[in-house]
């Protein structure tokens, strides 16, 4: 589960996500170190599509039906790409209602003290 945590300034609540990143890459690199010839066409294909994406997002007159073909043909390479790294299917938390209130709960905890600490003088209504 996520664990929220305040910033080390103080100022903002983070959900870190680094591990799950870091669990992601480690699976990405065994994978391309078992048959880099795959995995480098896949991260190739994925690549171009998501720069393609890039072009067509930022692009003045492209038609939106080509962006979100761009944006299929990304997704489709991103799929493909997460099939190669088995957790990538553990990167999404899934909370029951009772986890998802308690997170809610410290993530409102933490937002408080942040607003506590850095709210002005007098009182917060009128």
């Known amino acids: 589960m996520i664990r929220p945590q305040l ?3 103080g100022l903002a ?3 870190p996500i680094a591990a799950r990143a870091e669990s992601l890459l480690d699976d990405l690199a065994l994978a391309y170190f078992e048959d880099p010839d795959t995995l480098g066409a896949l991260l190739a294909e994925h690549g171009e599509n998501v720069a393609a994406l890039g072009r067509a997002i930022h692009g003045r007159d492209v038609p939106e ?3 979100a073909m761009r944006a299929a043909a990304a997704d489709g390479s991103r799929e493909a790409l997460a099939a190669e790294a088995p957790t990538a299917d553990d990167l999404d938390d899934l909370l029951g209602p009772d ?3 308690a997170l809610a709960g410290r993530i409102t905890k933490l937002a408080a003290r942040i607003r506590h600490r850095t ?3 007098g009182p917060a209504h009128p």
Request: net charge negative; glycine share 0%; charged share 40%.
């Open 7 to 9: 910033t080390a300034d």
């Open 13 to 15: 609540v983070r959900l």
């Open 65 to 67: 039906y080509e962006r």
């Open 99 to 101: 986890d998802a209130i």
């Open 119 to 121: 709210a002005p003088e």
